[in-house]
């Protein structure tokens, strides 16, 4: 069975950090690109990172770049997203997402809430 679970979320206060792990069963996750997701409340899914196979193509959407580190640990089937200097429109729940033949996985996702 092909499935993603997302762990690592929680609430930080501004300014801090958390590292989420989207780790993968029922398929290889280092043949395949993936990335994370997020959801705001009354907002639309964006794209927050994407990772390459191999990790050598790394996208990151632009209100999160400088902040927030995606990377891989094929051996482990796992890829993080490392988010540092948190901000409070960060807050989201978090989603891993992958291709495995022609089916797009999505996980259940991790709520991040950045609140002082």
């Known amino acids: 069975q092909v499935q993603l679970v997302e762990s690592g979320g929680g609430l930080v206060q501004p300014g801090g950090s958390l590292r989420l792990s989207c780790a993968a069963s029922g398929f290889t996750f280092s043949w395949r690109a993936v990335s994370w997701n997020r959801q705001a409340p009354g907002k639309e899914r964006e794209l927050v990172a994407r990772?390459?196979?191999?990790?050598?193509?790394?996208n990151y959407a632009d209100v999160v770049k400088g902040r927030f580190t995606i990377s891989r640990d094929n051996a482990k089937n796992t890829v993080y997203l490392q988010m540092n200097n948190l901000k409070p429109e960060d807050t989201a729940v978090y989603y891993c997402?992958?291709?495995?033949?022609?089916?797009?996985?999505w996980g259940k996702g991790t709520l991040v809430t950045v609140s002082s």
């Open positions: 997402n992958s291709l495995f033949n022609g089916v797009s996985y």
């Open positions: 990772i390459s196979s191999a990790g050598g193509i790394i």
